[in-house]
C-alpha cells in the first residue's frame, strides 16, 4: 500500500481523476481522502513537493529536526 503523500502526488500528476470521482476512488482504494487532499492543498498552497521522511525512533536520541512550515 503507497503512504497518503504518494498518492497525493499522483493526484497532482492527475492519476485520480478530478471532483466526487476523486474523492470516491481514493475513498474505494482505502485511503483517507481528507489527509489527501490536505496534502495537495499544502502543495498547491506553497508550490513546494513535502518529503516523508522516517525516523527509527530508537535511534534518534538526541536528534534536531529543524520544520520549515
Request: aromatic share 8%.
Amino acid at each position: 500500500m503507497k503512504s497518503e503523500l504518494e498518492i497525493a502526488k499522483e493526484v497532482m500528476q492527475g492519476k485520480w481523476g478530478t471532483g466526487k470521482a476523486r474523492e470516491k476512488a481514493i475513498w474505494d482504494a482505502g485511503y483517507d481522502y481528507n489527509i489527501i487532499q490536505g496534502y495537495v492543498n499544502r502543495m498547491i498552497e506553497t508550490g513546494k513537493p513535502i518529503k516523508e521522511v522516517t525516523i527509527n525512533c530508537k535511534e534518534a536520541s538526541g536528534l534536531i529536526v529543524n520544520i520549515e512550515v
